[in-house]
């Protein structure tokens, strides 16, 4: 007979007895880590895919309005051409009266437009002179190398976000 000291021992020094308990823990952390890493995976991609499609209503949000804005502005511009149409025409008559001659009044609306024509272009010209000074160029340019990269970055992340 064996005492119970020996079975135990018999127990611990058997190799198939001993790596069962040992397979069995292991499986278990194992499993429940993949499982908890799987929820994570899982929580990730509900919170960046909330993330990503807020992002994709906001810049479709923003095309339809920069499309809104063009349309306004054409608008505003017609708009601001009939209102100048119409002053232009009323001064005219309040001119034709005050001369008595349609001749003139038309001579001075010409001049006003005229002198008006020409500070404008020397407006222009001031402008652009002022753009021309090497520190606005170098400012200039270092502002278009910086929308350049970051156009090429968001075309290259659009491109992503298309593959698979």
């Known amino acids: 007979m064996q005492s119970p000291e020996s079975s135990s021992d018999a127990a611990a020094g058997d190799p198939a007895g001993a790596a069962e308990p040992s397979q069995a823990q292991a499986a278990a952390p194992s499993s429940s880590m993949l499982d908890e890493f799987g929820r994570l995976g899982q929580a990730f991609k509900q919170l960046f895919g909330a993330q990503l499609s807020l992002l994709r209503a906001e810049l479709g949000l923003a095309r339809r309005a920069i499309s809104w804005m063009l349309v306004a502005a054409l608008a505003a511009t017609v708009a601001g051409v009939g209102l100048g149409l119409t002053l232009l025409g009323l001064i005219g008559v309040l001119l034709?009266?005050?001369?008595?001659?349609?001749?003139?009044?038309?001579?001075?609306?010409?001049?006003?437009?005229?002198?008006?024509?020409?500070?404008?272009?020397?407006?222009?010209?001031?402008?652009?002179?002022?753009?021309?000074?090497?520190?606005?160029?170098?400012?200039?340019?270092?502002?278009?190398?910086?929308?350049?990269?970051?156009?090429?970055?968001?075309?290259?992340?659009?491109?992503?976000?298309?593959?698979?």
Do not use: N
């Open 96 to 164: 034709a009266k005050w001369f008595g001659s349609w001749v003139g009044a038309l001579a001075v609306l010409a001049l006003l437009q005229l002198l008006f024509l020409l500070v404008a272009v020397m407006l222009f010209r001031r402008c652009m002179h002022w753009l021309s000074l090497p520190v606005t160029r170098s400012e200039w340019g270092s502002t278009m190398r910086d929308i350049q990269r970051k156009s090429s970055y968001k075309a290259a992340e659009t491109s992503r976000e298309g593959d698979p």
